[in-house]
């Protein structure tokens, strides 16, 4: 069995992760797979004789979504998006809807010539021409809408597709009825209600993404601790390469004030150096030839030689790295619950909406009554928050746990730690703040204490 965390993109909600982990569930070869919406991965182990990394790509694919290959948690570098602009565009074409649509009900000034009751054609195709263009605006969710759709994994874009889908086409149908000179249809058109509806969605879009991405960070900050490039030797040079160009048995120097680049072990020279970030331990510890040196750990003094033993994904970072980021995708008991719960939810609210509507019209008559209560039922639905605020507290926890030097190992564990009442440590570990700190100060002269802290840094800083 091999154990792979693949890169996801695609997902927008709940129900878009549950959907893709139970079709790579479904599939033969796998043994178990997790999918974490939060950080847009999916961790997957599976049978190496049967599947390839090509294979679990292709059923990624088939379930609606792109693998973007392995995750390497490294530290995302910012697009320049044009999201912001976009939304911006969108905000303004919104309003530009609201005003043309309801200026008359709240008793602002209606734009000339676009009266709906004096120029009801023109005010149907202006509405008609403002909303199409923010439905273009908005089209990644209308196009996971209908995706989702088709590969059976609906979600909250579906019910919003739905929704706008079925107000925009009845408000066209209306348009076309005005066109033919049957002005009273100018009462029923809800374009209004398909462009706003787009609209709120995609602020709250926005918003998600960037605390996504503000947690997302807290383990992709890890990465950060060893440095980008390293001086190694070779045919007797010293050159400077990036981490990645570094193989095993490479000869690696390392400069005062530097950091070690790979996990390696000390061949020439005698330093101390700063393990806190891994140990705990504040003391700088003395390494000399045949000592072994961590990744990411400060040099403070003497310059030395390492042979590279473990580079690239076998260092320690990196096993940390993967250690938090396995146990983000697993899920806690509540998660599962929520996860449950959104599964059904979305085919319920469609389910829902269409007896409601098939209800109402059988009671009032009224197609266009009907059609507002089968679209107002679509989209105020939301199963995202449910699904969306379990994972992202685990992947908020382990990530700020994981910078003060605590490893948690399963989502489970974490949710079991408020029952926690007493915690025992071995005598031999080291707890400690990882840093010097001056515990107390024996003061025998006339000098201040902080004149005399003066005077200690002063020599501390010329030796």
């Known amino acids: ?16 992760s549950n959907g893709l982990e139970k079709y790579l569930n479904k599939q033969d070869g796998i043994k178990t797979a997790s999918v974490n919406l939060v950080m847009n991965n999916a961790s997957i182990e599976y049978d190496s004789s049967k599947l390839s990394l090509e294979d679990l790509d292709k059923f990624v694919e088939k379930a609606g979504f792109k693998s973007l290959g392995i995750d390497t948690f490294e530290k995302e570098q910012r697009k320049n998006s044009n999201e912001k602009y976009r ?7 919104s309003i530009l809807i609201l005003y043309v649509s309801m200026s008359h009900m709240v008793g602002l000034p209606v734009i000339p010539y676009l009266n709906m009751i004096n120029y009801p054609l023109n005010y149907s195709v202006c509405l008609l021409i403002l909303t ?16 989702n759709l088709i590969h059976k994994t609906p979600n909250m874009d579906t019910l919003v597709t739905i929704g706008v889908a079925a107000s925009f086409l009845y408000s066209l149908f209306g348009t076309i009825m005005i066109i033919k000179g049957k002005t009273e249809y100018v009462e029923n058109l809800y374009y209004e209600s ?14 998600e993404n960037k605390n996504k991405n503000k947690t997302k960070e807290a383990l992709q900050e890890l990465m950060t601790i060893t440095p980008k490039d390293a001086i190694i030797i070779r045919d007797g040079k010293e050159i400077i390469v990036t981490i990645d160009e570094i193989q095993k048995g490479d000869i690696v120097v390392c400069k005062p004030g530097e950091k070690i680049a790979v996990d390696g072990v000390v ?12 140990t705990g331990e504040s003391t700088p510890v003395k390494r000399e030839k045949g000592s072994t040196v961590i990744a990411g750990s400060i040099n403070y003094e003497g310059t030395i030689k390492y042979k590279a033993e ?3 994904k076998e260092s320690t970072v990196s096993e940390i790295v993967r250690l938090v980021a396995e146990a983000t995708n697993t899920k806690a008991p509540i998660a599962k619950i929520a996860d449950t719960i959104s599964s059904y939810f979305v085919p319920a609210i469609i389910t829902i909406s269409v007896i409601a509507f098939i209800i109402w019209l059988g009671i009032t008559k009224d197609f266009s009554y009907s059609i507002n209560i089968f679209i107002s039922i679509l989209v105020i639905a939301c199963p995202c928050s449910l699904g969306l605020a379990t994972p992202l507290a685990i992947v908020i926890s382990s990530g700020l746990a994981s910078r003060k030097g605590i490893l948690i190992k399963s989502s489970e564990a974490l949710e079991n730690a408020h029952k926690v009442k007493t915690i ?13 700190r001056i515990s107390k100060i024996y003061n025998y002269s006339n000098e201040s204490e902080e004149e005399i802290l003066k005077q200690v840094a002063s020599y501390v800083l010329s030796i």
């Open 267 to 278: 061949t020439e020279g005698v330093t101390h150096i700063d393990e806190s970030f891994i």
């Open 194 to 207: 398909a462009a706003i509806v787009i609209f709120f969605i995609e602020i709250g879009k926005f918003i």
């Open 310 to 312: 473990r580079i690239g």
């Open 424 to 436: 025992v440590f071995d005598k031999t570990g080291t707890l400690t703040n990882g840093t010097l």
């Open 1 to 16: 069995m091999k154990k792979v965390i693949l890169s996801i993109d695609g997902m927008t909600c709940s129900a878009c």
């Open 87 to 93: 939304l911006i565009a969108q905000s303004v074409f």
């Open 132 to 147: 199409t263009i923010v439905l273009i605006l908005g089209y990644k969710i209308l196009r996971n809408g209908v995706k």
